[in-house]
T-cell receptor, first 112, second 113 residues
Framework: DAKTTQPPSMDCAEGRAANLPCNHSTISGNEYVYWYRQIHSQGPQYIIHGLKNNETNEMASLIITEDRKSSTLILPHATLRDTAVYYCIVRVIIQGAQKLVFGQGTRLTINP | SQTIHQWPATLVQPVGSPLSLECTVEGTSNPNLYWYRQAAGRGLQLLFYSVGIGQISSEVPQNLSASRPQDRQFILSSKKLLLSDSGFYLC????????????FGDGTRLSIL
C-alpha cells in the first residue's frame, strides 16, 4: 500500500493560513489522495481529495505537486476549532471497496 | 442526505464477555460498509469491509467477526473479549470504487476490564 509521511505536529496562529505537508512518493498513477481530520474522541471528518489537479472546497484547498509525490492541505484562515489530527491518506481499491490506510497524522494546534 | 449511526457511544465490558456493536446507514442504497479500530494514540486500522449483504472481508486476523444481515446494517461481534480488544471502533460507509470519500460514524469507545 502506498505510504504517506507527515510531520507529527504543527502549530499555527489563529487567523493565519495553516499549511500541512504530506509526502506520498510511492503513489500510483490512479491513486487519489484524501485528507481527513479527527477531533478528539470523534470519528474522522472528510475534508478534501484529489488526483492530480489542485482542489478547493468550503473547508480547504489541496495542492498536489506535478509529480504527485507530495501534497499540501491549506486551511486559509485557521480557527481554534481547526485544532485536530489531520490525516493524509492514499486510497487503495480492494475487491470492489476502498481501503484507507491511516498513518499517525499531524497534530495541528491553533493558538489564539 | 446520508447519515450513519453507531451505538453505543461507550461500553465497558469484562474480559471473556461477548460483544455486539451495531452500525446503520440511512439515505443510501447498497453502500460499502467498513469497520475500523483505533488503539490509543494511534491511527485507524481497517478490520472488515463489506460490498453487499452477507459479504464480509477481513483485513487482519483477530478475535472479532462482522456480519451484514441487511443492506444498511453492519455488526461487529466477539464471543469472548480480550484485553487487547480495547479501543475506539468506527464504522464508515462509502459508494463503491469511485472517488467519493468514506464517511465515518461517531464511534464506540470500548474498554475491557
Amino acid at each position: 500500500d502506498a505510504k504517506t509521511t507527515q510531520p507529527p505536529s504543527m502549530d499555527c496562529a489563529e487567523g493565519r493560513a495553516a499549511n500541512l505537508p504530506c509526502n506520498h512518493s510511492t503513489i500510483s498513477g490512479n491513486e487519489y489522495v484524501y485528507w481527513y481530520r479527527q477531533i478528539h474522541s470523534q470519528g474522522p471528518q472528510y475534508i478534501i481529495h484529489g488526483l492530480k489537479n489542485n482542489e478547493t472546497n468550503e473547508m480547504a484547498s489541496l495542492i498536489i505537486t506535478e509529480d504527485r509525490k507530495s501534497s499540501t492541505l491549506i486551511l486559509p484562515h485557521a480557527t481554534l476549532r481547526d485544532t485536530a489530527v489531520y490525516y493524509c491518506i492514499v486510497r487503495v481499491i480492494i475487491q470492489g471497496a476502498q481501503k484507507l490506510v491511516f498513518g499517525q497524522g499531524t497534530r495541528l494546534t491553533i493558538n489564539p | 442526505s446520508q447519515t450513519i449511526h453507531q451505538w453505543p457511544a461507550t461500553l465497558v465490558q469484562p474480559v471473556g464477555s461477548p460483544l455486539s456493536l451495531e452500525c446503520t446507514v440511512e439515505g443510501t442504497s447498497n453502500p460499502n460498509l467498513y469497520w475500523y479500530r483505533q488503539a490509543a494514540g494511534r491511527g485507524l486500522q481497517l478490520l472488515f469491509y463489506s460490498v453487499g449483504i452477507g459479504q464480509i472481508s477481513s483485513e487482519v486476523p483477530q478475535n472479532l467477526s462482522a456480519s451484514r444481515p441487511q443492506d444498511r446494517q453492519f455488526i461487529l461481534s466477539s464471543k469472548k473479549l480480550l484485553l487487547s480488544d480495547s479501543g475506539f471502533y468506527l464504522c464508515a460507509w462509502g459508494t463503491g470504487t469511485g472517488n467519493q470519500p468514506q464517511h465515518f460514524g461517531d464511534g464506540t469507545r470500548l474498554s475491557i476490564l
